[in-house]
């Protein structure tokens, strides 16, 4: 008789074999970026390598250091290969109302518009990602300005997953990349 644990993890190795067999790679670790030599930076090295400019305001510090975690735990790297600029813009407004028109609930909507150049100066990726969390508001003011700050919190640790994810799609196939546009903060 199977268990229901050994016959899920017949299931998952099979899903496994069955995607390494169409070609599927992980993208993180060791992985070569596509038509490089086995010698080349992996993907985890190139991340490493790109130095993270200030980003202004408490927000963006807040960014810079999930950033900063996410594509280099040891800090700024000594020698960058890329520099990567971002700009936020920060939203609130109200979700859910009452009867009276005021709000009881808040999505708080924050987009980082993000630039990676090369070490010549030259763009290399353009990019936006946004993120929507939400808060409750109550009628007591510093529980609403502590919920709005810990929604904007949240926002900064999924904007870098998402930033950090699209970088290493950009480096796991440079060549695969639209041309750069002209994205810009508002």
């Keep these: ?29 060791t992985r070569y970026p596509t038509g490089q030599a ?14 993270i400019e200030p980003i202004a305001n408490r927000l963006g510090q807040q960014l810079h250091n999930q950033l900063r975690d996410g594509l280099n735990p040891l800090g700024q790297p000594a020698s960058s290969t890329h520099r990567l600029y971002v700009t936020l813009s920060v939203r609130t407004y109200g ?14 909507e924050v987009t980082a518009f993000y630039k990676l150049v090369d070490s010549s100066g030259k763009p290399v990726l353009e990019d936006s990602s946004q993120t929507i969390t939400g808060y409750d508001e ?27 994810v699209r970088l290493a799609a950009y480096f796991a196939n440079p060549q695969m990349q639209p041309a750069p546009t002209a994205a810009s903060a508002p």
């Design 38 to 51: 086995s010698g080349a930076p992996g993907i985890d090295k190139q991340l490493a390598a790109v130095r």
């Design 138 to 164: 109550f009628d007591d003011p510093l529980n609403d300005i502590s919920a709005n700050e810990s929604a904007q919190e949240r926002s900064t640790i999924q904007l870098a997953e998402l930033i950090k």
């Design 95 to 108: 979700a859910l109302t009452r009867t009276d028109l005021s709000a009881t609930r808040r999505n708080v």
């Design 1 to 29: 008789m199977w268990s229901r644990r050994a016959a899920l993890g017949i299931l998952l190795g099979g899903v496994a074999l069955g995607a390494a067999g169409c070609g599927w790679k992980p993208l993180y670790g």
